[in-house]
């Protein structure tokens, strides 16, 4: 019955994505739009199609709670690692690390290795721990030997709040990027996303979620691959040359670097409170991701674990070298190109559009064509990977282990995720509509200040902190949380950006520094003075727990179809 | 897990080599790739012209550029070799330690 609900939706949505561009850019492709693109239109109805069918063949082989929030645990560490670095190079980071670099050269590069050192990291002190100790989620680790109430609902708070944030700056974007490069209204590309999304979830689920994640993840290191191969191409392959002449290209356009200034650290940090807190926000908040952190559950066991995280820092680490290759190229190969500017010299589209510029640049239109539908589907996975991880957080965490308190069977459980799932990209749909004009600059780095603040301290403490206690977690986790927000709001970002006023209250665009201070002090010290009941409980389950989690002794298997 | 397996697997030599072995090395390993991070991006806060100095005579190309590939560079490799003793030598030891339970 669902599969034929199935078939029938994909169809309606193809059909209706079909008519939608047939006539999406007559309707108003004159005013800042691209003229309809007729290759990259071709290319994402075959992803399109492609990803509908493995949701078909995903849908058939997800029958339980188990196969629905993990495939079955029975993803391989390769599979895995390209899943993971598909669900972490989002179109965000491929257009906006290249444009960084294209705007300040290397500054793009600091920003990189932030966000990549944080996975050596999460190898050694946390990835087989968590596949030891978790089911589906990271609140079952979190809330493994503590009160399954306060500490499950402030993890599912947490995992939301992170996944909402994430999905409206992913949506907007979205909206942005689709309008401009497919000359599609943008409240079109919003629906259209949104409903890909929910069928992918909702039908296909982690399997499902999973192959698009890897599909996307090969076609975009494919696509970064070439656009770099080209650009090292047209400079005989000499680094020597490439940035000889990106010195050289002088460009007066507003907030653009050049002259020797691209080749050294630039205006991103420059004192020690944001470098420290930078630092801390991009490490622990990649630790604190829900959709990031529910990736390790897919797997049979620890092992498995590990080799995802060194493939998946192999493949980041490989896209970033290119992005920074890509921005560079960019510099050279279309600041002085008429065709790709602005009356007044910016980019036409903006900046985040340097490397979709180049790639015309470099392999014409039918290759413009791939790389936008290559945005797209890292759009569409991207945010179906983080509605999953909303989705279990409603259905696994709050109604299961919450609301009805564990006795719950999984035919009901698997109904709510996937009413959850329909609910959560509505919800993404309405806010992604509503923000479009909003300034939202500031969402990804609340949904990371969040991730490390609330979410990261407690799971890590969790693990290797004997005398933690659930009100210790709960108040510490709770206060964390609280600093993260007040802080990002009374910070330059809302403060001043988005409400308007002169100074900002709180100096740096990076609280994590303080909060995820806050959060750990909090902890420590609401646990050591608990001298409650529930706090020898929790205190006393420690070793068992310790056991399990060096070992992997009773640990959830993978299960095999 | 009932108290007395605990006691067991708590006692067994094994699993206490395990334990230091992979912490000892693992706590290394962090510490490594915190030192190389911070001292990469202290240098950038209090000193950025360190990184502007350029890498041969008559070259364009600053030393800011290959120090931030081999940043990048080190984290993978560092990854591999946890992966790689972990893999080995630590699953070996857990592999033992389960089939003195049984």
Not at chain 1, 48 to 62: E, F, K, M, N, S
Not at chain 1, 219 to 238: K, R
Not at chain 1, 316 to 327: D, K, P, S, V
Not at chain 2, 55 to 68: H, L, Q, R
Request: aromatic share 12%; charged share 10%; hydrophobic share 55%.
């Amino acid at each position: 019955m669902s599969r034929n609900f199935l078939i029938w939706g994909a169809f309606a949505t193809l059909f209706a994505a079909t008519g939608v561009f047939a006539t999406g850019g007559a309707l108003d492709g004159a005013i800042e739009k691209q003229s309809l693109n007729v290759a990259a239109i071709v290319m994402f109805l075959l992803f399109v199609a492609a990803t509908l069918a493995i949701t078909y063949w995903a849908a058939q082989r997800t029958k339980t709670a188990k196969d629905f929030y993990t495939a079955g645990g029975g993803i391989t560490g390769l599979q895995n690692g390209l899943a993971i670095s598909g669900d972490y190079m989002s179109a965000a980071s491929f257009l906006g690390i290249s444009a960084l670099v294209y705007r300040s050269g290397y500054d793009g590069l600091i920003y990189s290795i932030g966000f990549l050192v944080g996975w050596p990291i999460i190898l050694f002190l946390i990835a087989e721990r968590l596949r030891n100790l978790g089911k589906y989620t990271f609140a079952d680790v979190a809330s493994y030997r503590l009160a399954q109430t306060p500490i499950r609902t402030l993890s599912a708070f947490g995992a939301l709040a992170t996944v909402i944030l994430y999905l409206i700056a992913q949506m907007v974007g979205a909206g942005q990027l689709i309008q401009l490069l497919f000359g599609l209204p943008y409240w079109m590309a919003v629906v259209i996303v949104g409903v890909l999304m929910i069928l992918y979830v909702t039908f296909g689920g982690m399997l499902a979620t999973t192959w698009v994640q890897i599909i996307k993840a090969v076609l975009l290191l494919s696509g970064a691959t070439f656009i770099a191969f080209g650009v090292l191409y047209s400079f005989d392959f000499s680094f020597e040359k490439m940035f000889t002449e990106a010195i050289n290209t002088t460009r007066d356009a507003k907030g653009m670097m050049s002259g020797e200034v691209i080749m050294a650290p630039g205006g991103l940090v420059n004192n020690w409170f944001d470098a420290i807190s930078l630092g801390i926000a991009l490490m622990f908040g990649t630790a604190g991701l829900p959709h990031i952190l529910m990736r390790f559950f897919t797997v049979a066991d620890a092992k498995e674990a590990r080799k995802s995280v060194f493939f998946a820092t192999g493949f980041i680490g490989y896209f970033y070298i290119l992005t920074f290759i890509i921005g560079f190229g960019a510099i050279v190969l279309i600041s002085k190109n008429p065709e790709y500017l602005t009356a007044e010299g910016g980019l036409l589209g903006g900046n985040n559009m340097a490397a979709i510029h180049l790639s015309h640049a470099i392999g014409g239109n039918i290759f413009l064509g791939f790389i936008s539908a290559v945005a797209f589907a890292t759009i569409l996975a991207v945010v179906s990977g983080l509605t999953l991880a909303g989705a279990s957080a409603v259905s696994h965490d709050l109604y299961a282990n919450v609301f009805k308190r564990g006795e719950v069977n999984e035919a009901q459980e698997m109904k709510i995720s996937k009413i959850a799932t329909v609910c959560l990209g509505v919800i993404a749909i309405g806010l992604g509509i509503a923000f479009e004009k909003q300034n939202i600059a500031f969402m990804v780095g609340l949904a990371f200040a969040i991730a490390a603040s609330a979410n990261f301290p407690v799971l890590f403490l969790s693990m290797y902190w004997s005398k933690l206690t659930t009100r210790g977690a709960f108040i510490g986790g709770g206060l964390g949380l609280l600093t993260a927000i007040v802080l990002v709001v009374i910070g330059p970002t809302v403060w001043v950006a988005i409400l308007g006023n002169e100074e900002p209250i709180f100096g740096s665009k990076y609280p994590a520094l303080i909060s995820v201070t806050t959060a750990f002090v909090g902890i420590w010290f609401f646990s050591i003075i608990d001298n409650s009941k529930r706090a020898q409980i929790d205190r006393a389950a420690f070793e068992a727990q310790d056991i399990r989690c060096q070992t992997g002794i009773g640990a959830e298997g993978a299960v095999t179809h | 897990m009932q108290q007395e397996l605990v006691d067991k697997i708590k006692n067994d030599p094994k699993y206490q080599a395990l334990v230091s072995k992979r912490s000892r090395f693992a706590w290394i390993l962090s510490i490594i790739m915190l030192v190389i991070y911070y001292t990469f991006i202290m240098v950038i806060a209090f000193s950025p012209q360190t990184f502007a100095a350029k890498i041969a005579e008559g070259s364009v190309i600053t030393i800011g550029i290959p120090i931030g590939i081999l940043i990048i560079v080190s984290a993978f490799i560092l990854t591999g070799i946890y992966v790689w003793r972990a893999n080995g030598e630590f699953d070996n030891l857990i592999h033992q330690i389960k089939e003195g339970i049984k």
